[in-house]
């Protein structure tokens, strides 16, 4: 049986649940969206639901606890290709070997999943910093990201305690999603369309111009060392820094 | 002056501090205010020279009543000053916080007046912020030499971290490059905050609520190569001052030659590879459990630039390798070239389950390549061989060394 779910976390553990209902020696495999029709093997569609996902999401947090549960779901948002396959193994071992998953970490499977772990979480401990608000003209702060995981929801509560008194939103603009904090509650949302109305505050130009000389000058020029730069601030963020900016 | 042009001035005049880090306060984000503070400290950014940006590392005002020699600010160097006032100071800081350009801020100066008068500024700085502004970022503020005990304690209210700059290793070199200052005057605002920090301690102990006081600790910075002292002294001072002030950090910065004076050293390069040397014997006895003494012995008064410390202390001390990895106790581990902290732990957790092979230890997270030569895994000794010299320097130490030769001299 192949089990066609619609992308999300959720609906991949809602995958997980209904292979443990038929039986997971029947599992040929989980895919995200519609595929080629399989020739040889019968397909399901997934349906997600809420309930079911929290049922199963649960249970793995019982029983292999808070660490095993962080990689799982930071491994998923990697969104490396077969994710989906890696990540039934993972769980699957986890729901017989429990809290002794740990020990099984340096064989391939658990150490893979580790692995695009850490790296989700890396990239999202790097946004923490890297995230540039601008203001718009109705005091909106707005900021563009467009990381290579899907880190969006791991920097939501950072900025929500830091931020908590005012409204921002954070726009992952390569997948076309944002989330928006107006002081009281969280909305993520698929935006399909760039907003090209965007209409910055006044004092915004002139502040990014502040940030930018401060940051040419706070460099010491005599220690100019570009690699070490690029090391700790990889150039595929650049886009979105205004100090990065080559204007005068 | 428009105070963009205060800013390139005053950042220009700040940037030789080397401290940057934003860690260690959990200041919580108050309702309706501005902020908070991050456990452990965030990075926004990285300068051209490879440094980070944390806070806003700024200097209030270049203008000094001191003429210290190794300093650029001095007042007989001729250079454009600038101050910015306490109002323009709180605006940007905000501004760039709101923006998540910075973690806070970091706030030095040049003498105006008195010790005791520029501290006052900074004290309207932190309130401004505080209390107007209900800022909850980081606030790193500098305690100047000379400064009343009684302002301090005020100023160490609002900041999350306060750093006195001891600069010269030696009291001979201050003698010599700031006769203005005294060892004194430096160790004793240090000496202060220590004290205020231990009684805040005991408070805890007795399960009351300590008035609020620089919750991230104290550091300080002292400048390599613009005296004559050894590493091995610079480290015993170091380690010194862990012990008898409990700082948090010790920061070097590596002399950079901007200004001219009869007593400083004539050199073409900041002596970069030993202040990063330094920075990992540094490392060594804060995390590692290491003692001065063991990293530089009275025979080896100078880091070996080619070895990293624990490369160098681990070669002096072939007897006591190799370790089985299956048996030897934490602090061994810790000891072994290629594994770290984080490593260390893991292997402690892993084999509490059953032996680790060869293979499962390579996907622990150690750097095998060196860690080889100093350990054994279930009996078997996988190192030795004429490479373990060539394994121990660094890719990075090795490219630094040939650019190096070609250079020649300072290093």
New interface residues.
């Given amino acids: 049986m192949i089990y066609r779910y619609d992308g999300t976390f959720p609906g991949f553990l809602c995958a997980v649940y209904e292979a443990y209902h038929d039986g997971t020696s029947g599992v040929e495999g989980i895919c995200a969206g519609p595929g080629p029709a399989a020739l040889f093997s019968r397909e399901t569609a997934v349906q997600t639901r809420e309930d079911r996902a929290g049922r199963v999401a649960a249970a793995f947090y019982r029983d292999c606890g808070r660490a095993a549960s962080q990689w799982l779901y930071r491994a998923f948002l990697a969104e490396e290709p077969d994710r989906e396959n890696f990540l039934f193994t993972y769980m699957r071992q986890g729901f017989r070997l429990k809290r002794?998953l740990?020990?099984h970490?340096?064989?391939?499977w658990a150490?893979t999943v580790f692995q695009w772990a850490q790296k989700t979480g890396a990239e999202a401990g790097k946004l923490?910093?890297?995230?540039?608000?601008?203001?718009l003209e109705e005091g909106l702060?707005y900021?563009e990201i467009s990381p290579t995981h899907d880190v969006l929801p791991l920097l939501t509560s950072?900025f929500r305690?830091?931020?908590?008194?005012?409204p921002w939103a954070i726009h992952d603009v390569r997948r076309k999603r944002a989330a928006f904090w107006d002081t009281k509650t969280m909305l993520f949302a698929d935006v399909p369309e760039q907003a090209d109305t965007i209409r910055w505050s006044g004092?915004e130009q002139a502040?990014r111009?502040?940030?930018r000389?401060?940051?040419?000058?706070?460099?010491?020029?005599?220690?100019?060392?570009?690699?070490?730069?690029r090391?700790?601030?990889p150039e595929k963020y650049w886009h979105h820094?205004p100090?990065m900016d080559r204007r005068p | 002056m428009e105070?963009?042009e205060k800013?390139?001035i005053l950042?220009?005049a700040?940037?030789?501090d080397v401290s940057c880090s934003s860690s260690g306060s959990r200041r919580?984000?108050t309702?309706?205010?501005?902020?908070?503070a991050?456990w452990a400290g965030?990075?926004?950014?990285?300068?051209?020279?490879?440094?980070?940006?944390?806070l806003?590392?700024?200097l209030m005002t270049n203008a000094c009543i001191y003429d210290c020699e190794y300093c650029v600010n001095r007042r007989s160097h001729d250079t454009p000053r600038a101050m910015l006032s306490v109002e323009e100071i709180v605006r940007?800081t905000m501004?760039?916080y709101?923006?998540?350009?910075i973690e806070g801020l970091f706030l030095s100066s040049g003498i105006i007046r008195s010790p005791d008068y520029t501290t006052e500024l900074f004290l309207q700085v932190a309130r401004t912020l505080r209390e107007r502004e209900r800022f909850n970022g980081y606030i790193h503020m500098k305690a100047i030499p000379g400064t009343d005990a009684r302002l301090l304690e005020q100023l160490g209210r609002y900041a999350d971290r306060m750093s006195v700059n001891m600069e010269l290793p030696s009291e001979r070199s201050l003698r010599l490059l700031a006769p203005q200052k005294s060892r004194q005057a430096i160790l004793s605002p240090m000496k202060f905050i220590h004290d205020r920090l231990t009684e805040a301690e005991e408070e805890k102990r007795a399960r009351r609520k300590p008035a609020p006081f620089v919750p991230a600790g104290q550091t300080t910075q002292l400048i390599v190569g613009a005296s004559g002292e050894s590493d091995r002294q610079i480290l015993r001072l170091t380690e010194g001052l862990y012990r008898a002030v409990g700082l948090k950090r010790v920061y070097y910065s590596?002399y950079?030659?901007?200004i001219r004076g009869a007593h400083l050293p004539v050199i073409a390069?900041?002596p970069?590879l030993r202040e990063n040397r330094l920075y990992q014997a540094d490392w060594l006895i804060r995390k590692y459990q290491f003692t001065a003494e063991e990293l530089l012995p009275e025979t080896a008064p100078d880091f070996d630039l080619e070895l990293d410390p624990k490369a160098c202390w681990a070669l002096r001390h072939r007897e006591l390798f190799p370790v089985e990895v299956n048996r030897a106790p934490y602090e061994m581990l810790l000891r072994v070239p290629g594994i770290g902290v984080q490593s260390a732990i893991r292997i402690v957790?892993?084999r509490?389950?059953?032996w680790?092979s060869a293979d499962?230890?390579r996907?622990?997270g150690l750097v095998w390549k060196r860690a080889r030569h100093f350990l054994t895994v279930k009996g078997r000794y996988y190192g030795g061989g004429p490479s373990l010299r060539n394994d121990l320097v660094s890719v990075k130490t090795q490219r630094a060394m040939r650019e190096m030769s070609l250079f020649e001299g300072q290093v």
Wanted: glycine share 6%.
């Fill in positions: 002794a740990y020990a970490r340096t064989e391939r150490w923490l910093g890297l995230i540039r608000f601008s203001e702060l900021a950072h305690r830091r931020l908590a008194a005012e004092k502040m111009r502040m940030w000389t401060y940051y040419r000058r706070i460099a010491i020029a005599d220690r100019q060392n570009p690699a070490l730069r090391s700790f601030m820094l100090e | 105070l963009e800013l390139a950042a220009d700040a940037k030789y919580r984000n309702p309706g205010g501005t902020g908070n991050s965030i990075c926004h950014s990285w300068a051209a020279d490879g440094r980070c940006i944390s806003l590392k700024i940007v501004a760039f709101r923006r998540n350009y590596a950079v030659p901007v390069r900041p970069l957790k892993l509490r389950y059953g680790l499962s230890l996907r622990v």
